[in-house]
């Protein structure tokens, strides 16, 4: 399980909550199990991107761009030695970045300065 995928499930957790929604409703909206919808929330499964719009209709406080920020944070970086950059820099940079726990809005200003 990982801290970023956590985020995205808390995410989703956190506005279903104030929709008034149990997981069970929301499972069965998405025509999932319960089980896996809970996965999600703590983390340890990915939800597909087929299921978002469908979120995004049914709460109404869960935006695309969310889901899509909340799921990218979940991705691995991936460095590419063609890039011009050194990998070790580029490693460096990855754990020194995930130990910080950066806010959205530092990782929103920090990918801004890197030109992302």
Request: overall charge positive; hydrophobic content about 35%; proline content about 4%.
């Amino acid at each position: 399980m990982t801290d970023d995928r956590s985020s995205f499930g808390r995410y989703l957790r956190n506005r279903r909550h104030g929709a008034g929604l149990s997981l069970r409703d929301l499972a069965t909206h998405l025509e999932v199990s319960h089980v896996f919808l809970s996965k999600v929330e703590r983390g340890q499964k990915s939800l597909p991107e087929k299921y978002w719009q469908p979120i995004v209709g049914l709460i109404p406080s869960i935006t695309y761009s969310e889901l899509r920020k909340y799921s990218d944070l979940g991705q691995p970086i991936q460095i590419s030695i063609e890039d011009g950059a050194s990998p070790d820099l580029g490693l460096a940079l990855a754990r020194r970045l995930s130990d910080k726990h950066l806010s959205n809005d530092e990782l929103e200003k920090l990918m801004k300065l890197l030109g992302w």
